[in-house]
């Protein structure tokens, strides 16, 4: 099945062409491809359910060093490379992600020069690799993008994160086992290149996905494109699971069905912006206020960070209309709220060690250390309130850095994330 693949550069992902009728057509006809998912599932139910019930005890209550999960995705701009290489320094970042779509194969020079950019000012690089419909029904033009960009790229990155939200149909892959097809001959180039492989980047909360496709492929790092965007909130829960469970169950789905520890990597997550228009990748719900999104940014970073089961974080990405930490419509770019939230974020917490988590009903208290200072990061889901820490509140931070006055130890918790340093 084939239909003609439309590129939105609005939003940056393919137009949704195939009709509904089709799809589920396609769907009835592969029946035999989603048994052998079940299967594959139910063989795998032993070992992941007491490791997910291993990880939700564990979960916040051990230390974890903060070592560097902070990462952006970037994308080279026409005369703007320099700025976008100016901004990741301000915000501290040195791990990006760069897409580079098989579609634009003609254009690896562009990508080339933009990555060797990064690479000069130390800046790590993942290279994530894009499918069309086309490179399944022409495998040999597929192979021939891969031996071009591993040959290009592998002095430069060590990492190639091969294909991407494979299960959204709209990204050209029908079923996993065409995604195999794909994913196969990027084994041995990543042999031949000494290069390491991310994978599978599957996206959203379809963990059903992983057990056949990590048997067959061997990614050095796992990935997920884990966005939660669509339930609001991180803490927010979908069919009863919030972020911290669907984390817990995602490492415990990848290491019980590889048999061993793996290291996870969310490789994709944003919250598209209200009032972007033709420029959100989104429509209705997943929709927030810029305040929402630095909000949310900072709530899932930690999150994630100091469960001590994801290893980075992508951010996707940097400069974007409709959902980037940098509004680029104008002639001179805006830096939202969520660009100083994640500066601030990274300031305070890269080289920290999360220490535990405090039980509150009514917020999320982080607790850090730091050299000598202890602070801790806390925030509510729910209605602010007024709450007092043991010892004394030497200093308050809001979510972007700026000073807040603190009365006697009390210290308001909001929606929005404070740093608070303790004595």
Request: charged content about 25%; glycine content about 6%.
């Amino acid at each position: 099945m084939s239909f003609e693949f439309r590129w939105n550069p609005f939003t940056d992902q393919p137009h949704n062409i195939a009709p509904r009728k089709e799809r589920l057509r396609y769907h009835f006809r592969h029946v035999g491809s989603y048994v052998s998912l079940v299967l594959s599932n139910l063989r795998d139910a032993h070992p992941v359910l007491p490791l997910y019930r291993q990880y939700r005890k564990k979960m916040y209550r051990e230390q974890v060093n903060i070592e560097n999960p902070f990462a952006l995705s970037v994308s080279p701009l026409e005369g703007r490379n320099e700025e976008v290489v100016e901004a990741l320094k301000e915000l501290g970042i040195s791990r990006s992600l760069v897409r580079v779509p098989s579609w634009e194969r003609e254009k690896l020079e562009v990508f080339q020069e933009f990555s060797k950019l990064l690479n000069d000012n130390k800046i790590e690089l993942t290279i994530a690799l894009l499918q069309q419909r086309n490179d399944v029904l022409d495998p040999s033009c597929w192979e021939g993008f891969l031996e071009d960009v591993f040959s290009r790229f592998a002095k430069i990155s060590s990492f190639f994160e091969i294909g991407h939200a494979w299960n959204r149909t709209k990204w050209g892959v029908w079923d996993y086992k065409e995604y195999l097809n794909l994913a196969r001959p990027a084994v041995s180039l990543a042999e031949k290149y000494n290069a390491e492989l991310v994978g599978p980047a599957v996206i959203d909360f379809e963990f059903h996905l992983y057990p056949p496709v990590l048997k067959a492929i061997p990614f050095d790092k796992v990935s997920s494109l884990l966005y939660v965007d669509r339930v609001g909130a991180p803490e927010n829960t979908q069919f009863g699971w919030d972020m911290s469970r669907k984390i817990a169950l995602l490492k415990a789905v990848v290491d019980g069905s590889s048999r061993r520890k793996r290291d996870l990597w969310i490789t994709e997550v944003n919250w598209p912006l209200k009032g972007t228009g033709k420029y959100s990748p989104a429509s209705g719900k997943p929709n927030v206020s810029e305040e929402e999104q630095a909000d949310y940014l900072v709530r899932y970073y930690i999150l994630c960070a100091a469960s001590g089961l994801v290893e980075r974080i992508y951010w996707w990405q940097l400069v974007a209309p409709g959902y980037g930490l940098i509004d680029s419509r104008g002639k001179e770019w805006r830096k939202r709220p969520s660009f100083y939230a994640m500066k601030t974020m990274v300031s305070q917490l890269e080289g920290s060690c999360f220490m535990e988590k405090v039980q509150n009903p009514q917020a999320e208290i982080f607790s850090f250390l730091k050299g000598e200072h202890n602070f801790v990061v806390c925030w509510t889901n729910g209605p602010a309130f007024d709450y007092f820490f043991d010892g004394r509140v030497v200093r308050v931070l809001s979510r972007d850095e700026k000073e807040i006055p603190s009365s006697n130890g009390r210290v308001k918790i909001e929606a929005s994330p404070k740093y608070v340093f303790l004595e």
